[in-house]
Each structure stands twice: as structure tokens, then as C-alpha cells.
């Protein structure tokens, strides 16, 4: 009953191939997150959807973008990737509410050769 | 600024002692939330407690309770009985009324049995 599903669960492209790596969700939550993990660190909130409300964090690189194109999907693309940008991608989603948890996916695991 | 601190990169227990796990936090918000996670090796995030600001009593979920001081910023950890399966990255995080949610660097447990 997984509620917060990421495909795939490893992606490996190219340097400065194009990537989408997806997310969607059961919940019918309004909010949608992507966080960069890198190993041993902590997730870095990347950006969100507050519905349809994008919210860009002001260190996040150009080369990230998203789709939100209903409730239940979301996608990171990642333009250009460099071989920084090989990590685990996690998508997390919650109701809205500031005091609410966040429900998280298994992460895809992005390489970059 | 919103500031999660984790000082203990690693933490050892004994199986069946318990742990307590640090967490202090930065914050000018007068409403906030705190939450730990926990991430085995597997990659997913897993819920553990929450803790309002606004909470007078002190959280508990089982073998979890944090231990809440607002006035000294912190919100520690404490795991009872540790378990084998106990060992795994612990993440703090806060949650702000814009809908971000932030981690801590994380602390790694190792139970030794």
C-alpha cells in the first residue's frame, strides 16, 4: 500500500543527458517536495508545490526544474546533469498544515557516469 | 535564520540500554514543529515522533519520547530497549509555517549487540 511512489528506484543516465525522475502519491495531499541527499548528509529541500504554487529555494541550481501537472504527480528534471548532481532524490509529500508530518518515498538513486 | 544542530555524527548502545540522541534548533518562530526521522540503510524515511511548540507535555511513541526544552532550543531523542534493528541515520527536522521542512546533519546509531 505505498503511498508515495518513486520510479525508478535507480536511474542512471549520462553527463549532461536530461533525467526526469517521478513521483505520485494516494494521498490527495496538497503538498509536494523534492530533496537532494547526498551520502551520509542531510536531505536539502530542493523546492515545493503548495498546489499548484511553485516555492523555489534561492540556492537550488537552474539546471533543477519540476512539474506538478495534477495533485497526484510530480517530477524533477535535472537539464544538464553534472556528476555533482549524482544522488538520492527523495519526493515527500503532507497536507499543508505547518505541524504536519511528511509522508516520504524510497528515493531514487541518480548516477551519473 | 532556521538552524538545525546535530552534534553527534555517530552514537554506539548497547542492545536494550537506552539512547539519547541530541537536537537543538534556531528558530525566531513562535510556532513550529519538530520531528525526528529515522532512514536505515534502504534509504526511506520513517516517522518517528513530533513535538509542537506549543506542546506542553513531552511526545512519546513507544520506545520513543523526546525530550522537549523549548527555553534551551532542544529536542532530544530518547530510544528505550534499544534494538538491533534501532541501527540507522536519526534526522531532526523542523517544520515552518511557509511549509518547509529542514533537517539536521543526522546522527548514525549502532547498536552492538
Known amino acids: 500500500d505505498a503511498m508515495v511512489i518513486q520510479n525508478p528506484r535507480y536511474q542512471v543516465t549520462q553527463f549532461g543527458k536530461p533525467v526526469t525522475l517521478s513521483c505520485s502519491q494516494t494521498?490527495?495531499?496538497?503538498?509536494m517536495y523534492w530533496y537532494q541527499q547526498k551520502s551520509s548528509q542531510a536531505p536539502k529541500l530542493l523546492f515545493h508545490?503548495?498546489?499548484?504554487?511553485?516555492?523555489n529555494e534561492a540556492d537550488t541550481p537552474d539546471n533543477f526544474q519540476s512539474r506538478r501537472p495534477n495533485t497526484s504527480f510530480c517530477f524533477l528534471d535535472i537539464r544538464s546533469p553534472g556528476l555533482g548532481d549524482a544522488a538520492m532524490y527523495l519526493c515527500?509529500?503532507?497536507?499543508?498544515?505547518?505541524?504536519?508530518?511528511?509522508?516520504f518515498g524510497s528515493g531514487t538513486q541518480l548516477s551519473v557516469l | 535564520a532556521q538552524k538545525i544542530t546535530q552534534t553527534q555524527p555517530g552514537m554506539f548502545v548497547q542492545e536494550k540500554e537506552a539512547v539519547t540522541l541530541d537536537c537543538t534548533y534556531d528558530?525566531?518562530?513562535?510556532?513550529?514543529?519538530l520531528f525526528w526521522y529515522k532512514q536505515p540503510s534502504s534509504g526511506e524515511m520513517i516517522f518517528l515522533i513530533y513535538?509542537?511548540?506549543?506542546?506542553?507535555q513531552n511526545a512519546t511513541e513507544g520506545r520513543y519520547s523526546l525530550n522537549f526544552q523549548k527555553a534551551r532550543k532542544s529536542a532530544n531523542l530518547v530510544i528505550s530497549a534499544s534494538q538491533l534493528g534501532d541501527s540507522a541515520m536519526y534526522f531532526c527536522?523542523?517544520?515552518?509555517?511557509?511549509?518547509?521542512?529542514?533537517f539536521g546533519a543526522g546522527t548514525r546509531l549502532t547498536v552492538k549487540p
Open positions: 515527500a509529500t503532507s497536507r499543508g498544515v505547518s505541524r504536519e508530518k511528511l509522508f
Open positions: 494521498l490527495n495531499h496538497n503538498v
Open positions: 508545490y503548495y498546489d499548484k504554487d511553485f516555492n
Open positions: 528558530t525566531s518562530d513562535q510556532s513550529y514543529g
Open positions: 513535538q509542537g511548540s506549543y506542546d506542553e
Open positions: 527536522a523542523m517544520r515552518y509555517n511557509n511549509n518547509d521542512m529542514r
